[in-house]
């Protein structure tokens, strides 16, 4: 089983500040980790992925992401958010199987 | 490269009306297909998967139903609609043989009067 923890559902951030939104999972395997970003009214947009290597993943808009696997967590970071990033965000792990689980979405909102 | 398409974009539907939403995608084959169904305020609902024409699993017992008459074409029914049904259907691919990374469709808003 696998499952996923977004702890924050919103998260309110000034313009130019750097963001972290929190992800944690649980599986009994090896897993593949997601983010994904969602505007009003459309899809969700695959922001960035890990699958091996690296523990630090670079996405588009700038952000990156850290999988850390002590703590089973994935968290998004962007050193300067832009209005444009206004979203909801949402992680997921996928552990081999054909089920993706995604995590509740955190929605950022970016202040003028 | 690949797309896919959904529609129609908006609904809205009377409760007891049938529904059929449909989901194609294009410049791929033999993709896994997945309906999900995201509720104001809520994350996303898996509500069916498909590995194959005429394969269909269900993740949630309810009104809806889903088929799959052609490898790329995806399919949401329902006979009967609740008010519960209202939400943004969203329908999604995974290539065969990739990582799982899920590739989404624009969604459609339904709304249930």
């Known amino acids: 089983a696998q499952s996923v923890t977004q702890l924050d559902s919103q998260v309110p951030v000034f313009e130019e500040a750097p963001v972290e939104l929190r992800c944690n999972y649980s599986?009994?395997?090896?897993?593949?980790l997601f983010w994904y970003v969602q505007y009003p009214n459309q899809g969700l947009q695959l922001l960035l992925k890990y699958l091996s290597g690296s523990t630090l993943v670079k996405g588009i808009n700038g952000f990156e992401a850290e999988f850390n696997k002590s703590q089973t967590s994935f968290h998004l970071r962007k050193p300067s958010v832009h209005i444009s990033d206004t979203a909801e965000y949402f992680c997921?792990?996928?552990?081999?199987?054909?089920?993706?689980?995604f995590g509740t979405g955190t929605k950022l909102q970016v202040i003028p | 490269s690949q797309t896919i398409h959904q529609w129609p974009a908006t609904l809205v539907q009377p409760v007891g009306s049938p529904l059929s939403l449909e989901c194609t995608v294009e410049?791929?084959?033999?993709?896994?297909l997945y309906w999900y169904r995201q509720a104001a305020g809520r994350g996303l609902q898996l509500l069916f998967y498909?590995?194959?024409?005429?394969?269909i699993s269900s993740e949630v017992p309810q009104n809806l139903s889903a088929s799959r008459p052609q490898d790329r074409q995806f399919i949401l029914s329902s006979k009967k609609l609740l008010l519960s049904d209202s939400g943004f259907y969203l329908c999604?691919?995974?290539?065969?043989?990739?990582?799982?990374?899920?590739?989404f469709g624009p969604g459609t808003r339904l709304t249930v009067t």
């Open positions: 997921a792990v996928n552990g081999g199987y054909q089920k993706v689980t």
């Open positions: 599986s009994s395997v090896s897993v593949y």
């Open positions: 410049g791929t084959s033999n993709p896994n």
């Open positions: 498909s590995v194959g024409i005429g394969q």
């Open positions: 999604a691919w995974v290539g065969t043989g990739s990582t799982y990374e899920q590739y």
